[in-house]
């Protein structure tokens, strides 16, 4: 079994997430660009949290640099172009549609087999004919929002507490008989199916171990270096269930075991699907190297894998926003900071609108790294493209860590 550095896995795994291009060195960012990076990375992670750009707008941000996020929904919500949706893959994501046929089986899953809370719901009187009145309503009316559904019943406190044309629109959802056709201020828009779905998508289901493997596969694929285990953290896949495939394909030849120096002194095994080896070797020999700095969100997928975030950069992803405030170490919202191959701080910041301000609350150099001239000036060039995504004018250092960071950033800038 081959060993490899750790500056090669280090390597592999940021080039197959597409964060190796250099600053400024980006294709321009045209429609098919926006989707054929999708297609590289398989699914693209939404979430609520809106202190900057929303997580899925953000993860482009990183690779792609400054671009019109007018153009990411024109591919998810505009019939005319589009080729993503919205599932459930990692977490709720934005994935291409050539993925679509294999959400298939779990929305039949579910029909028979409903998780605990969603039974609960649907053995409530009434909750079959408000499914049905709802799915006529949207049949005869087109797309609805929740808020397009009049409710005078009480309000109360859990996040789990949906009014029921909620509860019927996201059961109507899991079961495929409903889709996300649009946004209007990230309200969801659902709609039939045979309305959103275009004509050229596959709906071919596969058998859910089909399915699983598929995923196995391109999970290994996109991380591009992970333990077995790991493989199963591309999706909701427990890693039981993920075990067979990862050994299946390893007899196969289509994964290959690997031995992985990792950032604690340690070597591991992991895996590499067979079409990356190569690029291995390359980050290996030196021929393909990490050139790009910039900041990533929480829920980027480059930290997908469980640990790996610790076994390859020494560097342990946290999201604290929904930890009371005295109980955070780094902050709400923090982004971590890629420079070229290492991962090497974050920072947690808040874009006041109005005022076209980025506010950094605080910013943070890992233990051992030097606020050295050019990580400072690579820095700041991201930063600079990181403000006019967010159309800011003016840039706010509250805190640094060391303090000699953050006022050779702000001189940069």
């Not at 202190?51 to 482009?60: F, T």
């Not at 671009?67 to 994935?95: M, T």
């Not at 044309?165 to 008989?177: F, Q, R, T």
């Not at 191959?341 to 943070?364: Q, S, W």
Request: proline fraction near 6%.
């Amino acid at each position: 079994m081959t060993r490899y550095p750790l500056s090669a896995l280090r390597t592999l795994a940021l080039h197959t997430q597409g964060l190796t291009t250099p600053n400024g060195a980006e294709p321009a960012p045209t429609l098919e660009v926006i989707r054929s990076l999708f297609r590289q990375l398989g699914a693209v992670q939404v979430d609520t949290l809106h202190v900057v750009q929303r997580s899925h707008y953000l993860a482009l941000w990183s690779r792609q640099g400054r671009y019109d996020p007018a153009d990411f929904d024109r591919l998810v919500y505009d019939p005319a172009h589009r080729c993503l949706f919205e599932g459930w893959h990692h977490a709720a994501c934005i994935l291409p549609l050539e993925a679509y046929r294999y959400q298939i089986p779990h929305q039949q899953h579910l029909r028979v087999e409903p998780a605990s809370w969603s039974a609960k719901w649907l053995a409530e009187p009434g909750s079959r004919d408000l499914i049905r009145s709802v799915l006529e309503r949207v049949r005869d009316e087109g797309g609805l929002r929740v808020a397009d559904f009049k409710y005078d019943g009480p309000k109360r406190d859990s996040w789990w507490d949906w009014r029921p044309a909620k509860h019927a629109l996201e059961h109507l959802y899991g079961w495929g008989e409903l889709m996300i056709a649009n946004r209007v201020n990230f309200q969801r828009v659902y709609d039939l199916t045979e309305r959103v779905l275009p004509d050229w998508v596959d709906t071919n289901p596969p058998t859910a171990e089909e399915r699983d493997r598929h995923w196995v596969e391109q999970a290994v694929a996109t991380f591009g270096a992970c333990e077995a285990a790991q493989a199963a953290d591309y999706t909701w896949l427990k890693r039981t269930r993920a075990r067979p495939h990862v050994a299946a394909l390893l007899a196969n030849g289509v994964l290959l075991p690997i031995e992985a120096e990792c950032a604690d002194g340690k070597v591991r095994e992991m895996l590499v699907h067979r079409d990356n080896l190569s690029l291995l070797e390359r980050a290996a020999a030196g021929e393909l190297t990490a050139r790009r700095t910039t900041f990533l969100s929480p829920f980027d997928s480059l930290f997908w894998p469980r640990r790996r975030d610790v076994r390859f950069w020494g560097f342990r992803q946290s999201l604290e926003a929904y930890k009371p405030a005295v109980k955070r170490q780094w902050g709400y919202f923090c982004l971590p900071i890629l420079h070229h191959d290492r991962l090497v701080g974050r920072f947690d910041p808040k874009v006041e609108r109005a005022k076209g301000t980025m506010r950094i609350k605080a910013l943070y150099l890992e233990p051992g790294v030097a606020p050295e001239e050019t990580l400072v000036h690579d820095v700041a060039v991201a930063m600079r493209d990181f403000l006019a995504f967010h159309e800011a004018d003016d840039l706010v250092v509250e805190r640094s860590a060391p303090e000699e960071f953050g006022a050779r950033l702000l001189e940069a800038m």
